[in-house]
């Protein structure tokens, strides 16, 4: 969609708010399956709404949808690593001996392709609309490729998880 606004001409950033709007939560519910029983699901739940809230006020009131939306694209990244660095915790205590070595590794794998991927765009994610519209085109097109790369990293990540998840399944079943 992106891609086709973009060879239209057309100013593709309110995908990128509706990206927003519509992937913390899949983030957030990936996590609150994670860690149940260690975080109240309510507890981030609230802080889900919480974050929705700011990104449809951000959007309409502050960084109008046809601008980059550095606020809450940071925010997120903040919350992301805060939840994924909760999760590397989790993993390496002792009340996560229950989890089968399948489902560890597949999660690890996958809170791992989020981590770095939030880590390393943060400072992207934060000074977004100067790099669109202050930097020389060549710097801005550097730091996006930057972008790109660790986007590729991140999908690595999770299809490392989910093939190690679904090849212990596989083989437990024969």
Not at 89 to 109: M, Y
Not at 112 to 138: E, M, Q
Request: aromatic fraction near 18%; glycine fraction near 4%; hydrophobic fraction near 55%.
């Amino acid at each position: 969609m992106s891609l086709l606004f973009w060879m239209a001409g057309k100013n593709n950033m309110p995908l990128l708010h509706l990206y927003v709007l519509l992937g913390f939560p899949c983030l957030s519910r990936f996590y609150r399956s994670v860690l149940e029983g260690q975080i109240r699901s309510r507890i981030i739940r609230y802080v889900t709404a919480v974050f929705l809230v700011f990104t449809v006020v951000n959007s309409l009131f502050v960084q109008q949808i046809f601008r980059f939306n550095s606020y809450a694209l940071v925010l997120e990244s903040m919350l992301i690593i805060l939840l994924s660095l909760y999760t590397f915790a989790f993993l390496l205590n002792n009340t996560a001996s229950g989890i089968p070595i399948p489902d560890k590794s597949s999660i690890s794998w996958i809170n791992s392709g989020l981590f770095i991927y939030h880590v390393s765009c943060l400072l992207i994610f934060y000074f977004g609309d100067t790099i669109l519209f202050c930097f020389p085109l060549a710097l801005s097109r550097f730091t996006w490729a930057f972008h790109a790369l660790f986007s590729i990293v991140m999908n690595s990540c999770f299809l490392v998880g989910l093939w190690k998840r679904s090849g212990m399944l596989h083989l437990s079943m024969h």
